[in-house]
């Protein structure tokens, strides 16, 4: 069978279990075995879909059109490897499994309890994820230790182990060894509170992963495994660094690989992390630099674009350059003179997507000024639409021209919903979403970027660009270079007079990678990087 590794946190919440989990799977993989990643989420929505950015943060895609927790965003990133719709899991979706069950008759003359029903369907999602000896499965368990909503992943895990074996699972706890200043000491009693609420549920951690924003010596550690019964060696000291992707190298330095394979019964291969390596020296020892601008309506909330800053951060490290992210609230600066003075040093403009009227007009004027200047631009999904918006009324002379997703009755609405959008009743799930194919027109900037002619992209989004307005958009300038379902739906934009003009419907940054950056932000980088130094 899989071997299995569940990841739980304790103590607060935002400690980086995603990017813990990621960085085992990395060296994991990097050993040589095939990993698969998976998340439990405890909310009960079905998925994060319906879920405001300000309170969940990013929704990631994946190629299959799920909508996932921002973690798979890491996982993608640090493994390399697609995942699916089976990578995440809620206990929405749980219950709605249980309760679709006990209404078709499954469980005819029992009552539906917790326990064994809701705990047999996290189990029966665990055990799905393979069916191959040589996989490693690695589960995170959302939420901390002590919320009563993820009692029930908890408990399954627990019951999962007992009948698995423990040379088939490993329990890594991560929690935090905080520093006092006042006192001038690490405090190790959060942490030993935390294992001890997961006793007490009948889980015995593995493995401590001990975030601290200083580094910890022996005695802390000795401290820390006589009360939480964990091994001296098990803990492991996660000293906070400057750089995500020097976590992988921080846990092998401490030998936790080793470990874990010892305890799975497998082998410990070799392991060679030069290249991420070279993407971290590139990270902390630029030769150049860069000033990139993101214009969004969520920017107090910056994990809302946390795949797009991702992407930015792997454009930038190809080119050794430091990447100076400015994040510009879309609702504040919406006069020309404010645009000005905010957006004066910047070498790109990159507008990202999102929902709702809220911060449109500043996004129009934003990407107007981008045009006029000669500004490197880079519209993701609104931004598209926000460029034909703008160019519209700008260069074609449509001055009523928007959205019918902001104004149904707007006298020209060059972005309109899509048709199999018309009578939606469900909001959740039911979007254009995952992976669509795109065709690129020859001798575009979109096909220099690619160097392909047929490419696939992942999408999120309900309006789209309106097709009768195709002729007077190419006749005043602008190169519809992507198009996809025979010409059907319009995906790329670009301006050819300008030095780096492009929009693109879908959401290239859901697939760009540290070692293997997405091809339009390292060239929208590489554009904006030649403005900075002309």
């Known amino acids: 069978m899989a071997k299995h590794i569940f990841v739980m946190g304790g103590v607060l919440s935002s400690l980086g279990k995603g990017i813990a989990s990621s960085s085992i799977g990395v060296l994991m993989k990097e050993m040589g075995y095939n990993v698969i990643m998976q998340k439990f989420d405890p909310y009960i929505n079905v998925d994060p879909g319906t879920m405001s950015p300000f309170q969940h943060g990013e929704v990631f895609v994946t ?9 798979l965003g890491h996982y993608e990133r640090f493994i390399g490897t697609p995942l699916s719709r089976n990578s995440n899991a809620t206990t929405g979706q749980i219950y709605e499994k249980v309760i679709w069950k006990e209404r078709h008759g499954d469980y005819l003359g029992k009552t539906v309890q917790v326990i064994p029903h809701i705990t047999n369907e996290i189990k029966s999602r665990i055990r799905s994820m393979s069916d191959n000896k040589d996989d490693i499965v690695i589960t995170e368990i959302g939420g901390t230790v002590g919320d009563i909503e993820s009692l029930p992943f908890l408990e399954a895990v627990r019951q999962f182990r007992l009948t698995e074996g423990p040379q088939n699972c490993v ?73 995500l992707y020097e976590v992988p190298r921080v ?63 792997h454009g930038a490290a190809a080119f050794k350059a430091k990447l100076n992210i400015h994040w510009v609230d879309s609702e504040k600066i919406n006069t020309a003179a404010k645009i000005k003075e905010t957006l004066s040093n910047a070498d790109g403009i990159l507008v990202p997507g999102g929902f709702g009227i809220r911060g449109i007009n500043g996004k129009i004027n934003i990407t107007r000024y981008a045009r006029e200047n000669n500004i490197p631009f880079f519209g993701i999904c609104l931004g598209m639409q926000v460029a034909v918006i703008e160019f519209a009324k700008h260069i074609c002379g449509l001055d009523d021209a928007y959205s019918t997703e902001f104004d149904e009755n707007c006298e020209h609405p060059v972005i309109t919903l899509l048709d199999d959008q018309q009578d939606i009743e469900f909001m959740g799930g039911t979007m254009r979403l995952g992976a669509w194919p795109c065709d690129i027109k020859p001798k575009t900037l ?24 195709k002729e007077t958009f190419i006749r005043n300038g602008m190169t519809l270079s992507g198009s996809s379902m025979k010409e059907i739906f319009c995906e790329i934009v670009e301006l050819p007079s300008h030095p780096f003009f492009i929009g693109v419907q879908f959401h290239p940054e859901f697939k760009s990678r540290p070692m293997t950056p997405h091809p339009i932000f390292k060239a929208f980088v590489e554009a904006s990087i030649k403005k900075h130094y002309k």
């Open 63 to 71: 190629d299959d059109g799920a909508e996932t927790d921002l973690d």
């Open 251 to 313: 846990y092998m330095q401490e030998g936790l690989h080793k470990m874990i394979c010892k305890q799975l019964h497998i082998p410990v291969k070799q392991i060679d992390l030069s290249a991420w390596d070279e993407v971290i020296d590139n990270i902390k020892n630029p030769d150049k630099e860069v000033n990139i601008a993101v214009c969004g309506k969520y920017v107090e909330h910056r994990d809302a674009y946390k795949s797009v800053e991702a992407a930015l951060i």
């Open 446 to 469: 979109a096909h220099k970027i690619y160097k392909e002619n047929h490419i696939s992209e992942r999408h999120r989004h309900r309006y789209e660009f309106n097709n009768d307005y």
């Open 171 to 243: 329990f890594v706890f991560l929690t935090y060894v905080p520093y006092i200043k006042a006192a001038e000491e690490l405090k190790t009693k959060p942490t030993q509170h935390a294992a001890t609420k997961l006793r007490e549920i009948g889980i015995q951690p593995d493995f401590l992963l001990c975030r601290s924003e200083q580094p910890f010596k022996n005695d802390i550690k000795e401290k820390i495994a006589l009360f939480t019964n964990v091994p001296k060696e098990h803990v492991i000291n996660a000293v906070d660094v400057k750089v």
